[in-house]
């Protein structure tokens, strides 16, 4: 039987899972699943890492099944998120909104919002979640979580399944509600459904399936458990809730399908993940009246789930009908230049359409320096496409000229009206360089911040640092202070054709001015094309003992003693707590005492050692997009240090994010460049 687990978290819901994507990946395949979705909570963090780990997968299972003379089916991954839906509206801002619960008790209810799983079945519907996440950040951040609401939803359905998520859906909540009116009854379900007794909860399914139609699912899960410390009133409810589910879907057309809320990829994971739920809550583990998991949420085999589900295989069975609308897509990109405004009287896009021929182009991008062909038809067509066609050719061919003719007015002020041979030869060639790969308005756009922040904004700008230094056009443009034909610095270092990578230019500003510049550059891209990139913390070796060793109320004393014997190196080997075992007589002593306490800190900490412990804000990359940025990839927000205000934040790393085609320039605040700002200040200012 083919089933495939929808409903799955890793460490990217901060705190709350501890699943590795790599691991859900490698199990999911190990045990014959054909894909496997991601839905973390109200964010997409994993979704890169998820298709680039399925795409190096889907290269060894390729290999093997050409090996074996067998067909190659590709391992599918699901892009999603389980979104947070505010009830009353995302823009409803009243932390004191209360309502009455199933139990009849006063709740807070717009904290969080209802559950829902959402999935996209293609690269639009890849693009409407981003769009979706981004504005939950960006328009809701008056709550603890970011939330989505109906409206949003209508907007942005187009390419997204949708499933009616855990007992926290709004489907099931309703039902909730509706048990409640009725409790002590002995009707049976389909009497209490003959009579009416769930109409909110059917007006729910009626909602979402007018706007999703056949990609609207409704969704059972089945944790019983009889574990110890486990929640065991979860699967009490859900015994409850799930025959009046599928008697609803059966009623209104819908099918069911069986998931699982995985947040583990093991069941022995179970007790590690309970530790990481008392992290997240700052509760010890002893603690009663802490929140608890049903410690079911491993990610099961298919095997697991049909026992589970064998009176409903149809809802296991559905799971695969789902698979089969997921279309397998590429997010990543070529560079996503911004457009970098051109004086008219210089040439415009719609003139050099009229003036150069496609046949021209061609000649000029795949033809060395000196006009030779150095390319075959097939590659020089190759290169064509990878640079994005003609219509971008055109573009690329205008912002080459403007750059030559920006550098050719530097370089005579730098070197003289008259430039010898290996200074010209030095520039053209580099310039044909940075046209050939793409780049010509990179380094439009990072000269212009670089003359605006010395000329506009009196923001001190550094000389000049890496493999830059390297480039003689960059000299000449002012976004370096050292000649590199004078001191034979090799160019190819910062740009090779041969290694097609986007240009990395650290530009150094004086500290105070650094926000000055950015906020420059927001103002002339526009502050959707602007943003900073994530970053990730996540549980070092250190971090993991002292956290569960406060779980464990194992004594401070002994919890530093143990971060104390973490050497700061292994011989060929990274430090993580696993190899600082074998290494440290001591910490093998503690791994194996009879201290239940000591032994269980270092088991657990080897468990969530690397797990995400919260995001950040990378210290100087910023991302400018030729479109708004959620177009493309998604984002969330951050508090900027400096004044308070929400900013906009990618939410892929730096290490990924220019697969995707956004290009990074990195902003470094310099204190040694304001500590001699001012002093340069002090003296004019005492002669």
Not at 142 to 149: L, N
Not at 377 to 392: F, H, I, M, N, S
Not at 431 to 455: C, S
Not at 460 to 469: H, L, T
């Amino acid at each position: 039987m083919n089933f495939t687990h929808l409903h799955v978290h890793s460490h990217y819901s901060v705190l709350d899972g501890m699943s590795k994507v790599a691991d859900l990946v490698d199990k999911s395949i190990r045990v014959g699943m054909p894909a496997i979705a991601l839905t973390d909570h109200g964010n997409m963090y994993g979704i890169k890492e998820l298709l680039d780990c399925c795409k190096k997968a889907n290269g060894k299972l390729k290999a093997k099944a050409e090996e074996k003379g067998t067909e190659f089916i590709p391992f599918k991954p699901i892009v999603g998120i389980e979104a947070y839906c505010a009830r009353r509206g995302r823009l409803m801002q009243d932390k004191d909104y209360k309502v009455t619960n199933a139990e009849g008790k006063a709740q807070v209810v717009d904290m969080s919002g209802w559950h829902l799983i959402l999935l996209a079945k293609n690269k639009t519907g890849y693009h409407n979640l981003c769009k979706l996440t981004s504005l939950s950040f960006m328009e809701d951040s008056f709550y603890r979580t970011a939330r989505i609401d109906k409206e949003l939803l209508e907007e942005c359905r187009e390419g997204l399944i949708c499933c009616s998520a855990c007992l926290g859906g709004e489907l099931p909540q309703k039902i909730m509600e509706g048990m409640v009116a009725v409790n002590n009854s002995q009707q049976t379900v389909d009497q209490l459904i003959a009579d009416n007794r769930f109409e909110e909860a059917e007006k729910t399914i009626e909602w979402y399936k007018n706007l999703f139609g056949e990609d609207y699912y409704i969704e059972i899960q089945r944790h019983q458990t009889e574990k110890n410390g486990a929640d065991q009133h979860v699967y009490q409810v859900q015994k409850e809730v799930n025959p009046v589910l599928v008697a609803l879907a059966k009623k209104h057309g819908i099918k069911v399908v069986a998931t699982n809320d995985v947040h583990f990829v093991e069941e022995e994971h179970a007790e590690a993940h309970d530790h990481l739920v008392c992290v997240s809550t700052n509760h010890f583990i002893d603690d009663e009246n802490r929140m608890h998991y049903t410690k079911q949420e491993w990610l099961k085999t298919p095997q697991q789930m049909a026992e589970i589900f064998s009176d409903i295989p149809e809802a296991l069975e559905n799971t695969q009908e789902i698979v089969d609308k997921i279309e397998i897509y590429d997010i990543d990109s070529g560079p996503l230049m911004p457009k970098f405004p051109i004086p008219e009287e210089f040439g415009t896009e719609e003139s050099y359409r009229q003036k150069f021929t496609e046949k021209d182009l061609f000649e000029e991008f795949t033809r060395d320096e000196h006009g030779n062909e150095v390319l075959t038809q097939e590659q020089a067509e190759k290169k064509v496409k990878t640079l994005g066609g003609y219509d971008r050719l055109y573009r690329i061919k205008l912002e080459a000229d403007y750059l030559r003719h920006l550098t050719y007015i530097g370089a005579r002020q730098r070197y003289g009206e008259t430039l010898t041979e290996e200074q010209e030869e030095r520039i053209n060639f580099e310039l044909h360089i940075m046209k050939t790969m793409g780049f010509p308005g990179y380094f439009l756009i990072v000269q212009d911040f670089i003359r605006a922040a010395r000329e506009e904004l009196d923001v001190s700008v550094g000389p000049g640092r890496g493999s830059a230094a390297g480039s003689a056009v960059a000299y000449c443009l002012g976004i370096t202070q050292i000649d590199p034909i004078k001191y034979d610095l090799l160019f190819e270092r910062f740009l090779n054709p041969d290694r097609i990578s986007l240009p990395d230019i650290d530009v150094d500003f004086d500290d105070d001015g650094r926000g000055e510049v950015l906020r420059w550059v927001t103002e002339k891209y526009g502050a959707e094309k602007v943003a900073h990139i994530i970053t990730y913390g996540t549980m070092a070796t250190k971090m993991a003992i002292k956290d569960v060793a406060r779980v464990q109320k194992l004594p401070l004393k002994e919890s530093d003693r143990l971060c104390k014997l973490i050497p700061d190196r292994i011989p060929d080997k990274k430090i993580n707590l696993a190899n600082a075992i074998e290494y440290v007589p001591e910490l093998k002593a503690a791994e194996e005492s009879d201290d239940i306490t000591m032994s269980e800190t270092i088991k657990y900490a080897r468990m969530l050692e690397g797990n995400v412990r919260g995001t950040g804000v990378h210290a100087c990359g910023t991302i400018i997009c030729r479109d708004d940025i959620t177009d493309w990839v998604p984002v969330s927000t951050a508090d900027d240090k400096e004044t308070g205000e929400k900013m906009l934040v990618t939410q892929y790393e730096g290490s990924v994010i220019e697969d995707t085609g956004l290009i990074k320039m990195d902003f470094l605040g310099l204190k040694t460049l304001s500590i001699i700002k001012d002093a340069v200040a002090n003296v004019k200012r005492t002669r």
